[in-house]
């Protein structure tokens, strides 16, 4: 119930291409669902967030779809340049509901080639 | 922009020594987290704290473990015997409210031989 199933677990992009990460969750007390940007040696960085009140959120080359019916959303990555190689997690919580711990997916290794 | 630090960056340990690990909150968060993320897996909670007291913690947060907030500034984990299995990044987090996002430090590696 309280885990995320993130996938693919790797994914290679052509420069220029698009990149599509998807998620799914069971617990629907989950209210936050945060995308997080992690590069070698680094700590993970918020890339984008969405709640569930809407279904689309666009930030620059960063979007996230929500299918709140399905228990899914995905990170898509417009225009992939070498520089957004790294690894993405997805990752819910309930603030609402009282326990804000980020529970994360397993990762996607994003290889954007030039 | 304000962030995150955590410090050692690589702590070296033998099996059953005592570490800590410290963090240093952005200036105006109350509430602090601790993740760690063995190589190549997932990042999992570890534990929270709020107000002074440890608001949630998770099976993984044992009696080997503790936190506190000595100073009113720094964050620090504990480890009090350590185990091979506890070689991982540790992450500490931190943010304003609920509404908030989590700020990531940079993490320390922990390596126990």
């Known amino acids: 119930q309280q885990q995320v199933k993130q996938s693919p677990q790797s994914l290679i992009v052509q420069k220029g291409g698009i990149s599509i990460i998807n998620c799914a969750y069971e617990?629907?007390?989950?209210?936050?669902f945060p995308w997080y940007q992690q590069f070698p040696g680094k700590g993970p960085a918020l890339l984008i967030a969405i709640r569930p009140d809407v279904s689309e959120k666009k930030e620059g080359r960063f979007t996230i779809s929500f299918n709140k019916s399905a228990k899914q959303f995905s990170l898509h990555i417009m225009d992939s340049q070498p520089g957004d190689s790294a690894t993405y997690f997805c990752a819910a919580s309930m603030a609402q509901g009282g326990s804000e711990k980020l529970v994360f997916g397993k990762g996607t290794k994003l290889t954007v080639n030039p | 922009e304000p962030e995150v630090t955590q410090t050692p960056s690589h702590q070296v340990t033998q099996m059953g020594q005592e570490v800590i690990l410290r963090c240093v909150p952005i200036?105006?968060?109350?509430?602090f987290y601790w993740y760690r993320q063995i190589l190549g897996q997932k990042v999992e909670f570890l534990v929270s704290f709020y107000n002074n007291e440890i608001s949630e913690k998770s099976e993984i947060f044992d009696d080997q473990f503790s936190v506190e907030r000595p100073d009113g500034s720094n964050f620090t984990l504990k480890i009090r015997s350590t185990k091979l299995e506890d070689s991982a990044m540790y992450f500490c987090a931190t943010f304003r409210d609920p509404t908030d996002t989590q700020y990531f430090g940079p993490g320390t590696r922990l390596t126990v031989l």
């Open positions: 617990n629907t007390a989950f209210d936050y």
């Open positions: 200036s105006n968060h109350l509430y």
